[in-house]
């Protein structure tokens, strides 16, 4: 990642392609970019853009088109630790739209400290807090916000819900009509079908779309 940022010095315009679930560290690079006073520009290209981002900073400057008149576009994939680490060696200063930014992305990648976490994660939320990281705002938007649509298609669902295999599957199933009359999207059905996890015996979930044959869309295995 150093030689992304040594391309961003040389560069006149920068346009970043964002990729839906980097869209925390999206904004940071963006506000860095910001300071250098250069041209910068955000570009997604996802269907939905899911709405409990819109607390980043800049989330309103997210285009759906290409840029053109870019010298240099950079591919946002990766994680806010990655980016943080690389602000850290590079000592770049945060401030607090970075800060709010990579928290942000911080508490989703890790689903609120619960996935994927050591000392090294926690070293980092205290540093982003003390840089002034939004931390309350961050958590309120990504973890207590659920939408109406939402609601509509986790009820849909979960009365839908088989156990097979001794209780340790559980199989869900959802069909274009079913997304088009609660207004939710698949990304919705695949943070539904996770609920099934709570259940003591599941060790597997399955999704089905039963437009194409009940044909299998998403699997998730219970992490040990």
């Given at each position: 990642?150093?030689?992304?940022?040594?391309?961003?010095?040389?560069?006149?315009?920068?346009?970043?392609?964002?990729?839906?679930?980097?869209?925390?560290?999206?904004?940071?690079?963006?506000?860095?970019?910001?300071t250098l006073h250069k041209k910068v520009s955000m570009t997604c290209k996802a269907e939905?853009?899911?709405?409990?981002?819109?607390?980043?900073?800049?989330?309103?400057?997210?285009?759906?088109?290409?840029?053109?008149?870019?010298?240099?576009?950079?591919?946002?994939?990766?994680?806010?630790?990655?980016?943080?680490?690389?602000?850290?060696?590079?000592?770049?200063?945060?401030?607090?739209?970075?800060?709010?930014?990579?928290?942000?992305?911080?508490?989703?990648?890790?689903?609120?400290?619960?996935?994927?976490?050591?000392?090294?994660?926690f070293a980092m939320a205290e540093v982003l807090v003390a840089c002034g990281a939004e931390?309350?705002?961050?958590?309120?938007?990504?973890?207590?916000?659920?939408?109406?649509?939402?609601?509509?298609?986790?009820?849909?669902?979960?009365?839908?819900?088989?156990?097979?295999?001794?209780?340790?599957?559980?199989?869900?199933?959802?069909?274009?009509?079913?997304?088009?009359?609660?207004?939710?999207?698949?990304?919705?059905?695949?943070?539904?079908?996770?609920?099934?996890?709570?259940?003591?015996?599941?060790?597997?979930?399955?999704?089905?779309?039963?437009?194409?044959?009940?044909?299998?869309?998403?699997?998730?295995?219970?992490?040990?």
């Amino acid at each position: 990642m150093n030689e992304i940022f040594k391309s961003i010095q040389n560069a006149k315009h920068i346009e970043i392609i964002v990729e839906a679930d980097f869209m925390g560290s999206a904004s940071a690079l963006y506000t860095y970019i910001l300071t250098l006073h250069k041209k910068v520009s955000m570009t997604c290209k996802a269907e939905n853009i899911d709405k409990k981002f819109s607390f980043l900073p800049w989330f309103e400057k997210i285009k759906s088109s290409d840029t053109p008149s870019a010298d240099l576009s950079i591919v946002c994939d990766f994680s806010a630790k990655s980016l943080f680490e690389v602000f850290q060696i590079n000592e770049i200063k945060l401030n607090k739209k970075m800060a709010t930014a990579l928290y942000g992305a911080l508490v989703y990648e890790t689903q609120g400290f619960t996935k994927g976490i050591d000392g090294t994660i926690f070293a980092m939320a205290e540093v982003l807090v003390a840089c002034g990281a939004e931390h309350l705002l961050c958590t309120r938007a990504l973890l207590q916000s659920t939408s109406l649509a939402f609601l509509r298609l986790q009820s849909v669902m979960l009365k839908s819900m088989l156990l097979q295999n001794s209780a340790k599957a559980a199989v869900f199933n959802i069909c274009e009509d079913e997304l088009k009359a609660t207004g939710a999207n698949k990304k919705d059905a695949y943070e539904i079908m996770q609920e099934a996890f709570k259940l003591e015996y599941v060790e597997m979930v399955v999704l089905l779309d039963s437009d194409h044959e009940y044909e299998i869309i998403k699997v998730k295995y219970k992490e040990k």
